[in-house]
C-alpha cells in the first residue's frame, strides 16, 4: 500500500485537493468537449468520463483526430462552462492508451459507444475501434489554479471539411413564393 492515499484511487495519482478533483470531474462530465494538448496544437474532441478520468476514442477511419498523444505522456486539458463557453479549468493529465479488449477497454468502449453520435456503422463500430482506433484514457494529475491572461484564441487548424457553396439561383424562388390562394 503506498503512503499517498490517492495513488490507489480510479483517478490515479493526486489531482490536487478534493475541492479541485470535484471540479474537474463535474466540469469534464457536464461539458460536451474537451480542448486537448498534447505535443502539438489544441484540438476539440468528444469524451466521457469514466471510473475518474476522461476517455477519448480516435484515429481511426471517420473518426476524431486525437492529438500527438503518447502512452505515458502529459497532455493539458481545458474545459469550458457549457452555459456560457468560458474557460472553467485546466487540468495535465497522465495518458494511457488503452489495450484493445482489455478489461479496463471494453469498460471504456461500452461507455463511448453510448456518447457516439451518428456513427456510420453502429452495429460494427466496436469492432472497428478494436482494429483500427485507439481509445485514451486521460487521468487528471493536477489543477491549473492561475487563468492566463488573455483569451488564448488560435487559427482554426487546416482540414478537408469545406462550407456550402453558393445557392442555387431558383431556390429563393421555391423557398420564398407566396402561396396562392385559390
Wanted: glycine share 10%.
Amino acid at each position: 500500500m503506498s503512503a499517498d492515499p490517492s495513488a490507489d484511487s480510479p483517478a490515479g495519482p493526486s489531482a490536487g485537493s478534493p475541492l479541485d478533483r470535484a471540479l474537474v470531474e463535474e466540469a469534464t462530465k457536464k461539458s460536451a468537449l474537451i480542448w486537448v494538448r498534447g505535443s502539438g496544437p489544441v484540438r476539440a474532441l468528444w469524451h466521457v468520463w469514466h471510473e475518474g478520468a476522461a476517455h477519448l476514442v480516435g484515429d481511426g477511419p471517420g473518426e476524431q483526430p486525437l492529438p500527438d498523444l503518447a502512452d505515458g505522456a502529459t497532455a493539458e486539458v481545458t474545459v469550458r462552462s457549457k452555459d456560457k463557453g468560458g474557460r472553467l479549468v485546466v487540468w495535465t493529465a497522465r495518458v494511457v492508451e488503452l489495450a484493445p479488449r482489455s478489461t479496463e477497454w471494453e469498460a471504456a468502449v461500452a461507455e463511448l459507444k453510448g456518447k457516439r453520435l451518428n456513427a456510420p456503422d453502429s452495429e460494427e463500430m466496436v469492432e472497428r475501434w478494436a482494429r483500427e482506433c485507439r481509445v485514451l484514457r486521460l487521468e487528471p494529475t493536477g489543477v491549473d489554479t492561475v487563468q492566463p491572461d488573455g483569451s488564448l484564441a488560435e487559427a482554426p487548424l487546416p482540414t478537408s471539411a469545406t462550407t456550402r457553396g453558393p445557392l442555387p439561383g431558383a431556390l429563393p424562388r421555391i423557398l420564398f413564393r407566396r402561396r396562392r390562394r385559390g
